[in-house]
């Protein structure tokens, strides 16, 4: 049963502060369709408000060829680290996986200006056939690369 469980990470170079990243993500979520090339067609709040936990954030996308929906749930969010987690509670996703959540921490170059975005997806899976997310991974990848380049021209 466990084997049903699983996490996947990707670290993501950044030349965007970690703060400047995070507070996109948590106040300004609903800019992302403009900055995503063709990733993020839409993202409304449904519930709460923007930089909230608990708040519902509903979200249109381009996944796999084609377009998708997943409403989520903000349910962490952590100032001082840089980190929010989004929860999945309806759509496409939840096709394949019980439970599925994001959760991007944006930490401070070792070296330089900039930030490494770690994006955590923690998933359970409906059965063992369906295969792990690593199109999801390369996607958030894409999607860091043209925030970065939307916050950097900024």
Not at 93 to 104: G, R
Request: glycine fraction near 8%.
């Amino acid at each position: 049963m466990s084997s049903l469980c699983g996490k996947m990470e990707i670290d993501i170079e950044s030349n965007t502060s970690p703060h400047k990243f995070h507070e996109m993500l948590k106040h300004r979520p609903h800019h992302i369709p403009g900055a995503s090339g063709d990733l993020i067609q839409g993202c409304e709040l449904h519930e709460g408000e923007w930089g909230k936990e608990g708040s519902v954030v509903y979200w249109n996308y381009f996944h796999e060829g084609k377009p998708k929906v997943a409403k989520e749930v903000v349910e962490d969010i952590d100032d001082e680290n840089n980190s929010i987690t989004y929860r999945v509670i309806e759509g496409d996703l939840l096709e394949h996986y019980k439970t599925f959540k994001f959760v991007i921490q944006a930490n401070p170059k070792k070296e330089g200006e900039g930030s490494i975005v770690n994006w955590t997806i923690h998933y359970e899976k409906l059965h063992d056939e369906i295969i792990d997310p690593h199109t999801m991974v390369e996607f958030v990848h894409e999607l860091t690369k043209y925030l970065d380049t939307h916050l950097y021209d900024e």
